[in-house]
């Protein structure tokens, strides 16, 4: 066992009223004429909305850049498990804000915000395809791929249950590349139904989100994109949960873990970990589980 503690507002032009004594309004001496001038007044009293989506977004931009240096600075920071499950929370909403604001500007044809928060674009879309597309394959090989997963690993849930929890994991990790403007292309170019046809990839990591919800990923020998502290602290809304207990670490090739790649292994998720919370708040340890191609790494609260 690896253990360690660880607008201005435009001013309406007012109507003038009739002089006194005066009750008549002179007729145009052309109707036409009188039709069009009217016509064309109207038109140029008419705001046209767009033009205040410059200041608008503006405001926005410069609140959103400092909220983006403020994130920055925090994951430089140790913090408490309490505080920093709070900050989770607000990046997950922060990148809902940016994501619905990115849309709102392709719509009016305006510049995406992020171009001036060096962020890269909104991943809904990236995300969408993905879940379609894996959705499909799950449900033409009736759940039999994360059966079998399950039957390895004595996971208590269903094959449905992975499959939605492996979306949720996926969407969260993708914000979390996201918000540090790495590029999420490779990450979810790895995350096939069936983990033998994602040929770059290591190891299938599935984690224990509580309450019998599980998710997996696919990732490299580096576990590239998967940030621990950042999902540990993560709220699942749909579970009512935050963060996770027990992370399983598989090799996909089935060879045997030994102690220098376990002992890797537990360096590579403290190094997160630890990184963002104080090594007297976390215990984490890592040990080799009945299969012997599977490390389980455990973490939890003191």
Same mark, same amino acid.
């Given at each position: 066992?690896?253990?360690?503690?660880?607008?201005?507002?435009? %001013?309406?032009?007012?109507? #003038? /009223?009739?002089?006194?004594?005066?009750?008549?309004?002179?007729?145009?001496?052309?109707?036409?004429?009188?039709?069009?001038?009217?016509?064309?007044? @109207?038109?140029?009293?008419?705001?046209?909305?767009?033009?205040?989506? &410059?200041?608008?977004?503006?405001?926005?931009?410069?609140?959103?850049? !400092? *909220?983006?240096?403020?994130?920055?600075?925090?994951? *430089?920071?140790?913090?408490?498990?309490?505080? #920093?499950?709070?900050?989770?929370?607000?990046?997950?909403?922060?990148?809902?804000?940016? $994501?619905?604001?990115? &849309?709102?500007?392709?719509?009016? /044809?305006?510049?995406?915000?992020?171009?001036?928060?060096?962020?890269?674009?909104?991943?809904?879309?990236? +995300?969408? @395809?993905?879940?379609? =597309? +894996? *959705?499909?394959?799950?449900?033409? &090989?009736? /759940? /039999?791929?994360?059966?079998? %997963?399950?039957?390895?690993?004595?996971?208590?849930?269903?094959?449905?249950?992975? $499959?939605?929890?492996?979306?949720?994991?996926?969407?969260?990790?993708?914000?979390?590349?996201? !918000?540090?403007?790495?590029?999420?292309?490779?990450? !979810?170019? %790895?995350?096939? +139904? #069936?983990?033998?046809?994602?040929?770059?990839?290591? +190891?299938? $990591?599935?984690f224990d989100l509580f309450n019998g919800h599980f998710g997996r990923v696919l990732t490299?020998?580096?576990?590239?994109?998967?940030?621990?502290?950042?999902?540990?602290?993560?709220?699942?809304?749909?579970?009512?949960?935050?963060?996770?207990?027990?992370?399983?670490?598989? @090799?996909?090739?089935?060879?045997?873990?030994? =102690?220098?790649?376990?002992e890797t292994l537990y360096e590579r998720v403290t190094k997160d970990l630890y990184s963002d919370y104080a090594e007297d708040d976390l215990a984490v340890c890592v040990d080799?589980?009945? %299969?012997?191609?599977?490390?389980?790494?455990?973490?939890? *609260?003191?």
């Amino acid at each position: 066992m690896i253990t360690k503690k660880k607008q201005s507002k435009v %001013q309406p032009q007012k109507s #003038r /009223g009739s002089k006194p004594g005066n009750s008549k309004l002179a007729k145009p001496s052309n109707e036409s004429e009188g039709i069009s001038k009217v016509s064309n007044a @109207r038109d140029e009293k008419k705001p046209n909305p767009l033009d205040k989506l &410059d200041i608008f977004f503006a405001k926005h931009r410069d609140c959103m850049k !400092i *909220e983006v240096q403020l994130f920055s600075e925090l994951k *430089e920071v140790k913090l408490p498990v309490k505080v #920093r499950k709070m900050v989770a929370r607000s990046e997950e909403a922060f990148t809902a804000r940016l $994501v619905a604001l990115n &849309d709102f500007a392709d719509a009016a /044809g305006m510049p995406p915000v992020y171009l001036s928060l060096g962020i890269v674009p909104s991943v809904a879309g990236v +995300y969408d @395809r993905w879940k379609t =597309e +894996y *959705e499909a394959a799950a449900k033409a &090989d009736k /759940g /039999g791929e994360a059966s079998r %997963q399950i039957k390895r690993l004595h996971l208590e849930c269903t094959s449905a249950t992975l $499959v939605a929890g492996t979306e949720f994991l996926v969407a969260a990790i993708l914000a979390y590349c996201n !918000i540090d403007g790495r590029d999420c292309k490779p990450f !979810i170019e %790895q995350q096939s +139904y #069936r983990p033998a046809d994602s040929v770059a990839s290591f +190891y299938c $990591v599935t984690f224990d989100l509580f309450n019998g919800h599980f998710g997996r990923v696919l990732t490299d020998r580096s576990i590239s994109h998967v940030d621990f502290a950042d999902l540990f602290g993560h709220p699942w809304n749909e579970y009512k949960t935050a963060g996770f207990h027990h992370v399983y670490i598989s @090799r996909l090739d089935r060879r045997p873990i030994d =102690e220098v790649e376990l002992e890797t292994l537990y360096e590579r998720v403290t190094k997160d970990l630890y990184s963002d919370y104080a090594e007297d708040d976390l215990a984490v340890c890592v040990d080799l589980t009945e %299969q012997a191609d599977t490390a389980k790494a455990t973490v939890a *609260e003191h």
